[in-house]
């Protein structure tokens, strides 16, 4: 017997796709429910409304990257360790939700707006703490060098880590792990004493 398709996660899966190659503003409610082969109407049998649908696939792909780095954040004391460890997470994460991760670097904006999903926005302020703290206590412990402002370091990594969502193509000769190796080589060995 079939497994019975699950109209929600299709309506997810498809809208992901739109929202990650059109934008969120750019996509509607009857392109989503064209690609998922029902009428407009029906979609708001499963979602109140277009927000709603952004807001479940990027909260998905927010809980588990705040999940994972919970566990970085408890598992390494030492500051080189951690940062690679977010590192690691990150890229691991946006494999594994490639298009939330488009979706949320196209949209940040519109997803942190004060209006926007609640979960996101905490979630997004969770993950740039993480990244502060690590930085914070290394520059302080003598693991990274201080001559260069968090408030600077951070961005610049944050940047060169998410924004590979829009040209990184995994190879079977270059995959995720590998960038995570090389982004490690030139970003976070960069900044370490």
Known sequence: MATPVDRRDVILERAADLFAKQGVAATTVREIAEAVGILSGSLYHHFASKDDIVDAIV?????DLVTRYDAVMAADADP????????????????DHPHATEIYQN????????????????????????WIQVLEDGAASGAFRNDVPVKVVYPLLRDGLWLTARWFTPTRTYGYDQLAEDYVKVFVDGIAR
């Not at 909260?59 to 809980?63: A, L, R």
Request: no cysteine.
């Open 80 to 95: 080189h360790g951690r940062l690679v460890g977010l590192v690691r997470a990150s890229i691991a994460t946006s494999a």
């Open 107 to 130: 949209d940040a904006r519109y997803l942190q707006a004060d209006d926007g999903p609640t979960i996101v926005r905490q979630s997004a302020r969770s993950v740039r703490n993480a």
């Open 59 to 63: 909260s998905s792909f927010m809980d």
